[in-house]
């Protein structure tokens, strides 16, 4: 009998987890599957938690949150033997998103019972790991403030961007990759491991998670008359159309700043540093997927 552990994270995304235990215990498949549910206290819980298990030999480790406790539970299992399952219960649940694992928690367990199993890449900023995305500039500055909100979902985030987008400049960025430097000004300079960047928009619409490549958006700061176009081309997966934007795909980039800025790691705000080194992990990460 394998040994599978769900680490719930209580506080993510709008919807409530008091009944998670009792919808695992009656949808898993208790045949095939010995469990345990762990509830996170705080940050980095859920990486504890996650190497703990990993360590004992669990077969699967589940994350029961959004992208940032994804990412949480990622940190440790990543190169172990173990597998990553999700029942996304976030705001954006990009990753899930991505992999096109069920929102409904019933049809999220039934992707678990089956059991496929992908090898996929993962990525690190400087020393911080992450799965889906990652960012520096204005969307980290947005991460920084949606942390700090009382609501979570689209809502509450579309508000965030509201509020600081009109005063925010366009920041300066030197940044070597492939050989080449390019120097420039932009709003925000994105890290794409996946295709997604949340509540089902995506930057860089042609990224593969098991391409041993991130997709490296440059985003220029569009007027404001052109936001709902081009929030619309987010939505439709065509923002590589837009001339604000350059793509690159590479796995290695050096991005330097002059000032310390709010870099966004799956939806999750950091301090970075005034150099970011991205880089690819391929393969390093066994997910389960429908």
Same mark, same amino acid.
């Given at each position: ?26 949808? $898993? ?19 504890? $938690? ?203 980039? $050096? ?36």
């Amino acid at each position: 009998m394998k040994q599978i552990v769900f680490i719930v994270n209580p506080n993510s995304g709008i919807f409530s987890k008091d009944n998670i235990h009792e919808v695992i215990g009656a949808h $898993l498949d208790k045949n095939r599957f010995e469990y345990q549910v762990k509830y996170t206290e705080g940050p980095g819980h859920a990486t504890e $938690l996650s190497k703990e298990w990993a360590g004992k030999g669990a077969d699967v480790v589940v994350a029961v949150g959004g992208d940032g406790s994804v990412n949480e539970v990622a940190r440790g299992l990543v190169f172990s033997t173990t597998s990553l399952g999700i029942i996304p219960a976030g705001s954006g649940n990009g990753l899930a998103h991505h992999l096109k694992i069920p929102l409904i928690r019933k049809k999220a367990i039934e992707v678990i019972n089956i059991g496929n199993t992908k090898q996929i890449d993962t990525a690190c900023m400087n020393e911080h790991l992450f799965v889906s995305i990652a960012g520096i500039g204005f969307d980290g500055k947005v991460a920084r403030k949606f942390s700090q909100e009382g609501f979570r979902g689209f809502v509450a985030y579309l508000k965030v961007v509201t509020e600081l987008y009109p005063g925010y400049k366009p920041k300066k960025y030197e940044i070597e990759l492939n050989g080449q430097k390019i120097v420039t000004k932009a709003l925000f300079v994105a890290f794409a491991n996946s295709d997604q960047f949340g509540f089902q928009t995506s930057i860089a619409p042609n990224a593969k998670i098991d391409d041993g490549l991130i997709d490296v958006a440059i985003v220029k700061k569009p007027q404001l008359i052109e936001i709902p176009f081009l929030a619309g081309l987010l939505f439709w997966r065509k923002i590589d159309k837009s001339n604000h934007i350059q793509i690159f795909k590479t796995d290695d980039v $050096l991005v330097k700043t002059k000032k310390n800025r709010w870099a966004n790691l799956d939806g999750e705000p950091i301090k970075a540093g005034k150099e970011l080194r991205v880089k690819v992990n391929p393969n390093s990460l066994n997910v389960i997927i429908p």
